[in-house]
């Protein structure tokens, strides 16, 4: 009888639950949706509990639709977005607060006080990552900040923080496993990079107690086992844990040093393979932990566009001009060109390499000519930019050209963004027949601990092209699509 990985991609706007075999192949899968909650502008959060519900049902439904047995379940891996912040209580596992997600721009006083401590450096130094309300440490700074009876729990030890996979490994196995991996634990400005530890000179920065963390492990391991579930039997190993863009760069099989992948989801993100070595950037990206397995660990260079498919979803249910955000690509494609209008969607603050956390999305070069085709094109256009300029930063900080560019995620189906991006970059886009290489990434953590895979090697056959995008813009084009982005960036 066949058995399965079972990943869970624990996502921004929903949980979906996938069935793995072993030539990594996709034997179910069922999304279930949550709603995200904005309490002012620039804030944004989500109800645990629905995150928890989501889950649950999307592993129930994908058990169901395939007619699987979960006694067919060989092992769990969960990946997941990054960054969101949960603290709960450890008497029962009930949510303190709603989740603070990654998106959320609350703590940019916050950081702003840090820098002007003169502490950016030493972050910077010791994590890898630059000060920005992105980040999952001063998140929980504000938590505790502003509310002092959230503070008092925290120092009498009865609260756990984690971001989403902790959360989530500690419902799995009934309060067992209060745990995280490395890759997750690398984006909280908690974490010493080359220890991989906490840091508790930057924990007292941040005004946090130690007593609050998960414990680090590597990212394939055993964490714990499943107890107590409606959905699933007690016992099953959870097995493998990645952050979502570590996840994919992993199922994008980038095991070698100078392999890059993009992901396009509600926001972009670009992260190449940097080896067994952190590179620190000089030209504002992410140094972060990719993946530990065993005593082996492999770091990556990042670069994030917060807004990218979020921007397209503002166009469907904000402005009302399509029914699918699939639409957009007709839409787009029925116009030769934007028209010069200039789109930067920078709809919760710029991300790399600008880090401007204040800026918001700006509309550039309407004329009584703009329609809502122009508007469609030049959103796919801004969101191509920014990858853009994520690639030009990352080929500056390594010395050397992408040296390849694999895409994923639900907009690498979008033939017309691959297009733009393979004319701006000047670089073949290269998109995989499977574009859920997040779950596959988390999917393939967990396979290896358990055996369900004996080794790399047993992966890299399954990997599978699905279309190679090369470039095609003309020079002058593409001159005049920078010239007139970058005069808008730098206004913002």
């Given at each position: ?39 002012q ?41 990054r ?46 990552l ?6 999952s ?20 030890g ?26 997750n ?8 990079l ?5 840091d508790?000179?930057?924990?007292g920065?941040?005004e946090?107690?130690?007593t ?8 394939a ?93 503002w166009?469907r ?11 957009i ?6 116009v030769?060109d ?11 603050g ?13 509309i550039?070069g ?7 085709a ?22 500056d ?5 992408l ?14 963004l691959?297009q733009?991006q ?18 596959l990434?988390a999917a ?7 055996g ?17 995008f ?5 020079d ?15 206004s913002?």
């Amino acid at each position: 009888m066949s058995r399965y990985i079972l990943a869970i991609d624990q996502g921004t706007t929903g949980t979906t639950a996938l069935l793995i075999d072993h030539a990594l192949n996709v034997r179910g899968k069922t999304t279930v949706d949550f709603p995200q909650h904005y309490p002012q502008p620039g804030w944004v959060e989500h109800d645990p509990e629905e995150i928890w519900f989501s889950a649950t049902q999307a592993i129930r439904r994908v058990l169901q639709n395939t007619t699987t047995g979960p006694d067919r379940i060989a092992a769990i891996g969960i990946t997941n977005q990054r960054e969101t912040t949960l603290l709960w209580e450890r008497a029962n596992g009930r949510p303190v607060h709603n989740a603070i997600v990654w998106q959320c721009r609350r703590s940019a006083d916050i950081c702003r006080e840090l820098k002007e401590r003169g502490l950016e450096s030493r972050f910077r130094e010791k994590t890898g990552l630059v000060l920005d309300p992105y980040f999952s440490g001063t998140k929980l700074t504000w938590l505790l900040r502003r509310h002092p009876e959230i503070k008092k729990q925290a120092e009498a030890g009865q609260l756990a923080f984690g971001t989403v996979d902790s959360f989530l490994v500690w419902r799995l196995t009934g309060g067992a496993s209060h745990v995280t991996d490395v890759s997750n634990a690398s984006r909280t400005l908690m974490m010493d990079l080359r220890r991989l530890a906490w840091d508790d000179e930057l924990l007292g920065h941040l005004e946090v107690p130690a007593t609050l963390l998960p414990e680090i492990r590597p990212s394939a391991t055993l964490y714990g086992h499943t107890l107590g579930l409606e959905a699933l039997p007690d016992g099953i190993p959870i097995a493998g844990m990645a952050g979502d863009q570590q996840a994919a760069l992993f199922g994008q099989l980038c095991f070698e040093p100078g392999d890059a992948k993009c992901t396009y989801g509600t926001g972009a993100f670009l992260l190449e393979n940097t080896g067994d070595q952190p590179v620190a950037s000089r030209n504002g990206l992410l140094s972060t932990v990719a993946w530990q397995i065993g005593e082996q660990v492999s770091y990556a260079l990042e670069g994030s566009a917060f807004i990218a498919g979020a921007a397209v979803q503002w166009l469907r249910d904000g402005l009302g001009l399509f029914q699918s955000s699939a639409d957009i690509e007709a839409l787009a494609a029925s116009v030769p060109d934007s028209g010069e209008l200039v789109f930067v969607p920078a709809l919760t603050g710029l991300g790399a390499p600008h880090w401007k956390s204040d800026a918001r999305g700006a509309i550039h070069g309407i004329t009584r000519g703009t329609t809502a085709a122009h508007l469609a094109r030049a959103t796919l256009e801004g969101i191509a930019l920014q990858i853009h300029d994520l690639a030009r930063a990352m080929s500056d900080d390594l010395g050397h050209p992408l040296r390849n560019f694999k895409v994923d995620g639900g907009a690498a189906n979008n033939n017309l963004l691959m297009q733009l991006q393979a004319d701006l970059i000047e670089t073949p886009v290269i998109r995989p027949k499977m574009v859920e290489t997040t779950a596959l990434g988390a999917a393939m953590l967990a396979g290896l601990t358990v055996g369900f895979w004996p080794g790399l090697d047993a992966l890299k056959n399954s990997w599978q092209e699905d279309r190679r995008f090369l470039p095609a813009m003309t020079d002058q084009n593409r001159k005049g699509l920078l010239e007139r982005w970058n005069k808008v960036i730098r206004s913002l």
